[in-house]
């Protein structure tokens, strides 16, 4: 595992996660369930720590995996947390629906 | 090069996997193709030598976020296609505005001269050992007020799914 990563340059992981951040976007704004709206911004937060473990092996430098793993720290956090939400609003409007929320727009 | 047939591998199931995420309809089918992608993810942190991070993703992701996902739609009962009918100029508006974002990316990428990695030094940033001694020495204060955050969420969590008592 030591000299593996020799012969990829890093902007094939910078497209990577250009590919996977945009997939994220799309799906949040393509599909109106809750659930998959965050399962969209996990992808979004996963696809910016593959693109700091990458830049952090190639500086040789190991803060950016430090903040990895802190953006993984506040990732949990913020599912725990959005997900009881998820199950109020589940249990006030009988639907994960977003559009059910419209009233939140004014 | 073994190495990059392993990139390539991993990088279309990550992406392909992804895609599946949003297109299927079933949210419980999206979950777990969610998960394939965490581990290709995680396959990638291998090929980076991160192997703390690598661990610590399957057992974080995998492990807690993926199953309290799984209860949820369990609890909520949405095993099934319920998502109603929603009219297509939104979907191809998500679409498009997707792909101008991913042009605007790899428009400001694509003058980047190739950086590689020429020989093995510094490969052990990521073993635990490394990691531990900076997070211990330098990052101590946000260790520990992470420990707070956790507390917060929690308590957060527990209140806000309470059932209200009248």
């Known amino acids: 595992m030591k000299d593996v990563i020799i012969g990829i340059p890093i902007q094939w992981y910078i497209y990577l996660s250009v590919t996977l951040f945009c997939i994220g ?9 809750a659930i998959i709206i965050f399962m969209c911004v996990e992808m979004m937060l996963n696809a910016v720590n593959l693109l700091m473990v990458a830049f952090s092996r190639y500086l040789g430098d190991s803060s950016g995996q430090v903040f ?29 629906d977003i559009d059910a929320l419209n009233k939140l727009k004014w | 090069m073994l190495s990059q047939y392993l990139f390539f591998f991993l990088s279309f199931v990550a992406v392909f996997s992804a895609l599946l995420v949003i297109i299927d309809k079933n949210p419980v089918h999206s979950v777990l193709y969610l998960i394939v ?21 399957i057992i974080v992701y995998a ?32 679409v498009v505005s997707a792909c101008l974002l991913m042009m605007v990316f ?28 900076v997070l211990f020495n330098e990052y101590m204060l946000p260790f520990e007020l992470s420990s707070v955050l956790f507390l917060a969420g ?13």
């Not at chain 2, 965490?38 to 690598?54: E, M, P």
């Not at chain 2, 990428?109 to 990695?117: D, I, Q, R, V, Y």
């Not at chain 2, 020429?118 to 940033?125: E, F, Y």
Request: aromatic share 10%; proline share 2%.
């Open chain 2, 154 to 166: 929690m308590v957060g969590a527990v209140f806000l799914s309470k059932k209200e008592i009248h």
């Open chain 2, 37 to 57: 992608t965490f581990f290709s993810i995680a396959g990638h942190y291998f090929l980076l030598n991160a192997q703390f991070l690598a661990a610590v993703h």
């Open chain 2, 63 to 94: 492990g807690a976020i993926m199953v309290l996902f799984l209860y949820v739609i369990m609890m909520l009962n949405l095993n099934k296609e319920i998502e109603p009918h929603k009219k297509n100029i939104p979907k191809v508006i998500a």
């Open chain 1, 68 to 96: 990895v793993f802190f953006v993984m720290v506040v990732a949990a956090a913020e599912v725990a947390v959005g997900l009881a939400i998820l199950m109020m609003i589940f249990r006030n409007t009988k639907s994960t």
């Open chain 1, 25 to 33: 976007v799309m799906g949040v704004l393509y599909r109106r369930n």
């Open chain 2, 106 to 133: 790899v428009a400001t990428l694509k003058g980047a001269e190739t950086t590689m990695l020429t020989s093995a030094k510094n490969s052990n940033v990521g073993l635990v050992e490394n990691l531990g001694k």
